[in-house]
Structure formats: structure tokens, C-alpha cells
């Protein structure tokens, strides 16, 4: 295998995978694509619900892109080895060879792929090897070959690290070979570009009359955080809740009072509009509050590939700010990452503000973790308050490792047993549907029930089954929606971004009708397979949003520190606590962090 020479150091990332050539080629409108997908689904014998998953992922062109090569159906998700090679099988017939160079690149981008869903930018290339001989390609130099040929794959050289008790006689370990999507591997680059470009070219906002002013009277880490936005390009800014999201406002307030343009950011129009309300002197009387999405300005663009979100603000046209303030900034995945930098102009600051103990992003990498362990740029920790209510106490709990039981005579926090799965559901559909509006007065709408998964008998997909049959009961009349339906966007739409609720108005040929935040919006048949019911979320696309009631639902699945302190520190108001995972849920917050990643951005930053 061949290693690429810092694999693309003077390449620009994107936050989209690359177009698909052989869909773009004459690709033919939606309809017309539908129609040639159904046909050819049905001459395989491949299940018709799969046909949209892969007008999404693969475009207009989907058709002809998989008759040229079938194993291009590996890029659907949820879509796996031996099913590709069946559906290869009935396209070729003899044809389909365990040595096809087409099996073989599309396998390894399969793999690295799965990869990133756990997070990972980069698999070492022996790794790769291996799970190739397990699955039976003959050839695994070969494969890794062809999908380099493809350039949607890298090849990346990292240098061991350097070890001072070493024997000086001892040979040195020889640098590791990993293997990377071009998608994430360049997006980490560019990420790093872009941050230390922030840090070389910042200058002081005010001078230092004006900051020892505003720091006059601060207690000494909301002095430092304030010192730190208004004097380096990039800096982190760690808290508890509400603490955090406070000195966010509070920076920006202070420095726009004295001609700064700043502005405070979150994850999604909901969180925004209710951060807004928190601003010193109430709703539009300070800084803009805004989400990521709406500053970035996204944008339909026709040319873009299946799946990308286009933005209006880059490199060309970056944000006319001078502090931007990320709020649960933990959430950012590397491709965001990068996108947000390259958007800031030169000389911006960018102040990353976490809550300790979150949950990794949803997406490939952990950009907030890698810069703080490169040491390139500072970081802030408030100090925390003693909590002030139930559920500051209990959260601040989980946040040093311990689940207590707190003392709620307001009902804050209810915890409530479930002896098997069946019930856990069973509880977490009465508690949405009567006892949390009946009894504390929170409507439906501002109810959230937050699971570890997406998957298993008390996932997200099976609480919204039970859900759906209770609140909303029909046919799934536009691709498993009917209007009045709670979803949730599961991928980047330019309508909407990932994580964001919205109801469903209607539908038709036109594509889904939703009400968002922002306002209503029409999505495109391939766009409404990017929503989920929204019910019930995973905590991976729940976070960043509170929501003024949560009910967690805790089973033996997925069970984190970080995953636990996310979900229950998203309630404003009332948690109840779903507890069907017993003694399993008190280690996992005692012994279980976040699974490892294996990223580069750390690296990138000190090199």
C-alpha cells in the first residue's frame, strides 16, 4: 500500500462527500430516476424500501450508477456486505467476482465508513487489511489499491510518538500507515488550517483599559474567560450548565457594548430562540443569538453532490463578526468544525464553549478534545456553583461519576423503575402523554424523551413507534409520515440542521411540508429521507437542545458517563428518568467514558 504525502496538506475540505461521477453522468430528474431505480430494485429482487435510501445517498442517477457497479449500493446506509454481493450477483451473474476491483474499493470505503460512524477520521491500514481477509477478498493489497485510485479514500503516514525513556540504542518504531475518507480526512486539515490561521492572526479586540474595565468587579475565571475571547483568535471555555451558556451572553453582551461585533451561537433555531430569551436585558436587547445553520446561510445549490448542504459563508464571503461565541461546541464533528473556521475571517475570534462531561460529537471526530489536548490555544474553566435546584445537583453528580438520589419535593426529578424493556416503553408513553402535562402543567410539545440509541427494544426508533400509535396514529402516507408527526432531522438539510424539530404539515409529489423553527419548509422526496420521528431522539441528536421537560429513557444499551450527563443535563425544568437499565446504569456512570477515537486533528494542530 502507498502512503499519500500529507494526503491533500494544500487541499481544501468541504463538509460533503465528493460527488458520485457515475451518478452525475447524465443524471435524469427525480421522477424519471425514481421510476428506473424501482425497476431495477424489483429485477434484483432487493427490497423497494430500500429504492429511497438510495435516490438519497446516490442521486438522480442512482440506476445507472449501479448497474455500472453494484457494489456502489454499499454507500446506502445500513446496507451491508453479503446483501451487496447478492445484489451484484443478480445484476452479473458470473460476472460478480470475490476480485473485482469494484467489490474490493467499495469494501474498503464500507469499512472505513463504519469506522466513522464510531467516530474515527482514520483506521490503520493493517486493520483494514484484516477485515478484508475476514470477509473474503482475495486480495486486500489490491482493494485498498483501487479505492485509492478512486481518491475517496488517503492513505496517511503517522509519525510515532516520541517516547524520552527510550533507549537511544533501540530502533526507532516505524511510522503507522492509516487509512482515511477523503470527506473527513481532508475536513480534519482543513479544520486545523483554519484554527491556527484564527490563532496567527488575531489581535486584541479592545485595548487593555477597556478589558481591565469590563474584567473590574468579575470573579477572577469569569475574568480570565472574558480576558482570554477578547485577546486570542481561539480559545475553549468549559462550565457546568446554565453557568456556561450565562458567561456566553455575558462576554457578548459586554464585548458588543463596546463596538464589537459579536455574536453568540447554537446548535439549532430552538436553542437559539431560547437562549435569546436569556440575554442581559431580555430578547433583542444585546448581540444576536442565532444557530450555526442560519449563520452559515445555507442554500440550495443543483450542482452540489446527493447529501451536501452548501453555505453561503466560506472563505469568500466569511461572517462580517469579530467574536463568534459556539455554545455546546462538545457537538461539533470535524466537518463542522471546519466549516465554521474557514467561515471566520482573518482575525476573528472564536470562543468554543463545552460543558464538562459531554457526550462526542454524533459525527467522525472530536475537534473541541484535539485542540484543547494540543495545548495551541487556552482554556477557561469556571468554576461551578453549588447547585442550585435538584437537577443541578444530580447532573453536577453524574458529572463527577456518581448517581445519587436527590431530593425533589417539586417533582424536578422522578425516577421511575421498569422491570423489562416492554415496560420501560410502556412508562415512557404515559409519562409524555398524561402525567407530565397533567401533573406539572408542561404541554406535550415541550417534552423530549432522549434515548442512549437509536436501535433495540427502548431505542428511539421503537419509543416512536409506540409513540406515533398513541399520539398521532396513521399510514405513514409520505414515506412513513403524516401530518401532525414530530420529526427530527437526522442529516444535514439546507432547511434545517441536524438535530432540529419541526411537525409534519403534508405532503405529496411535491415532497414533505414541515414546520421548523424557522419556519416552514418543503422538502424534496430524497430531502424527507433525511427525518426521523422526533418523539424520541437519540441523545447523540437530542443535545444542544434543551428542552423544558426530558424523559431519559436508560436501558443496558450505549450507557456512558458522557451519554448520561448529556441526557439528563437537557432538562431546563423536570427529568424523568425512565430506570430500566438496574445496577448497569449507576457503573456505567461510575467506570464507563466515552469509547476512544482515533483522530488527527491534534496532531495537525501541533505540526
Not at 446527493?306 to 463568534?324: C, H, I, K, T
Request: overall charge negative; some cysteine; hydrophobic content about 45%.
Amino acid at each position: 500500500m502507498r502512503a499519500a504525502e500529507a494526503a491533500g496538506a494544500q487541499a481544501k475540505a468541504r463538509p460533503a462527500p465528493p460527488p458520485d461521477a457515475t451518478a452525475a453522468q447524465a443524471a435524469p430528474d427525480a421522477k424519471e430516476g425514481a421510476a428506473a431505480l424501482a425497476e431495477l430494485f424489483a429485477e434484483a429482487g432487493a427490497p423497494a424500501p430500500l429504492a429511497g435510501r438510495a435516490a438519497a445517498r446516490l442521486g438522480p442517477g442512482a440506476a445507472a450508477a449501479l448497474r455500472a457497479d453494484p457494489w456502489r449500493l454499499l454507500r446506502v446506509p445500513g446496507v451491508a456486505p453479503a446483501q451487496a454481493d447478492h445484489f451484484a450477483r443478480r445484476l452479473l451473474g458470473e460476472g460478480a467476482r470475490p476480485d473485482d476491483p469494484r467489490r474490493g474499493r467499495a469494501l474498503v470505503l464500507h469499512l472505513l465508513i463504519e469506522a466513522a460512524r464510531e467516530g474515527h477520521t482514520v483506521t490503520p491500514a493493517a486493520d483494514v487489511a484484516a477485515a478484508l481477509q475476514r470477509i473474503g477478498v482475495p486480495d486486500p493489497r489490491a482493494a485498498v489499491e483501487a479505492a485509492l485510485d478512486e481518491a475517496e479514500v488517503l492513505a496517511l503516514t503517522e509519525e510515532p510518538e516520541f517516547d524520552e525513556d527510550s533507549v537511544e540504542e533501540a530502533d526507532p518504531p516505524e511510522p503507522e500507515e492509516t487509512l482515511g475518507p477523503a470527506r473527513w480526512a481532508l475536513a480534519e486539515e482543513a479544520a486545523a488550517e483554519g484554527l491556527r490561521r484564527l490563532t496567527l492572526t488575531a489581535a486584541p479586540l479592545l485595548d487593555d483599559a477597556a478589558v481591565r474595565e469590563l474584567r473590574s468587579g468579575l470573579p477572577e475565571d469569569r475574568s480570565l474567560a472574558l480576558t482570554a475571547a477578547l485577546r486570542t483568535g481561539v480559545s475553549i471555555l468549559r462550565g457546568a450548565p446554565g453557568a456556561l451558556e450565562r458567561a456566553a451572553l455575558e462576554i457578548a453582551s459586554a464585548a458588543a457594548g463596546r463596538g464589537v461585533r459579536a455574536a453568540v451561537v447554537a446548535p439549532t433555531d430552538r436553542a437559539a430562540a431560547d437562549l435569546a430569551r436569556d440575554l442581559p436585558g431580555g430578547e433583542g436587547g444585546g448581540p444576536p443569538v442565532t444557530s450555526l445553520h442560519r449563520l452559515l446561510e445555507p442554500r440550495a445549490d443543483a450542482s452540489a453532490a446527493p447529501g451536501a448542504v452548501v453555505y453561503g459563508r466560506g472563505e469568500q464571503n466569511p461572517f462580517d463578526l469579530d467574536l463568534v461565541l459556539v455554545t455546546a461546541a462538545a457537538g461539533l464533528d470535524v466537518e463542522l468544525c471546519a466549516v465554521l473556521a474557514e467561515a471566520c475571517a482573518d482575525g476573528t475570534h472564536l470562543v468554543l464553549c463545552a460543558r464538562e462531561g459531554d457526550a462526542p460529537p454524533a459525527g467522525p471526530g472530536r475537534p473541541l478534545e484535539d485542540l484543547e489536548a494540543s495545548e495551541a490555544v487556552p482554556v477557561v474553566t469556571l468554576d461551578a456553583p453549588p447547585p442550585g435546584d435538584p437537577l443541578g445537583a444530580l447532573t453536577a453528580a453524574v458529572r463527577g461519576g456518581e448517581l445519587v438520589a436527590v431530593d425533589a419535593p417539586g417533582r424536578e426529578v422522578v425516577v421511575v423503575p421498569a422491570a423489562d424493556p416492554g415496560e420501560a416503553v410502556h412508562r415512557a408513553v404515559q409519562l409524555v402523554t398524561d402525567s407530565i402535562p397533567r401533573a406539572l402543567g408542561i404541554p406535550l410539545e415541550d417534552v423530549q424523551v432522549v434515548t442512549p440509541a437509536a436501535g433495540g427494544e427502548t431505542g428511539a426508533t421503537a419509543l416512536n413507534a409506540a409513540l406515533k400509535a398513541r399520539l398521532n396514529p396513521g399510514p405513514g402516507k409520505f414515506a412513513g409520515m403524516d401530518p401532525g408527526d414530530r420529526v427530527v432531522v437526522a442529516a444535514p438539510l439546507p432547511q434545517a440542521a441536524v438535530g432540529e424539530t419541526g411537525v409534519v404539515l403534508g405532503g405529496g409529489a411535491h415532497g414533505l411540508d414541515v414546520e421548523f423553527p424557522g419556519g416552514m419548509a418543503t422538502l424534496s422526496p430524497a430531502e424527507a429521507a433525511r427525518l426521523r420521528h422526533g418523539w424520541a431522539v437519540p441523545v447523540a441528536l437530542g443535545r444542544g437542545t434543551p428542552r423544558p421537560a426530558v424523559v431519559a429513557v436508560m436501558s443496558g444499551e450505549g450507557l456512558s458517563r458522557p451519554v448520561v450527563a448529556t441526557a439528563f443535563g437537557l432538562a431546563r425544568r423536570h427529568l424523568s428518568v425512565v430506570q430500566a437499565a438496574g445496577p448497569a446504569l449507576a457503573r456505567a456512570v461510575r467506570d464507563v467514558a466515552a469509547p476512544a477515537r482515533r483522530t488527527r486533528l491534534a496532531r495537525l494542530m501541533m505540526g
